[in-house]
């Protein structure tokens, strides 16, 4: 996954529509700049993802 898409990624799971509490990516390869997007989104009150 591009930098690019974590940040779409990151955009969605914070959005009011999104009831996703898990999400599963081992089988994705990630840059470092895009984890730290997604890794940001576990502090965010917003996002109801609470494992990832």
């Not at 969605?12 to 599963?24: G, I, K, P, T, W």
């Amino acid at each position: 996954i591009t930098e690019k898409q974590c940040h779409i990624l990151t955009s969605a799971l914070c959005s009011n529509l999104s009831h996703l509490r898990e999400l599963d990516l081992s089988g994705n390869k990630i840059e470092n700049k895009g984890v730290k997007h997604l890794c940001n989104i576990l502090d965010n009150s917003r996002c109801k993802l609470e494992r990832l």
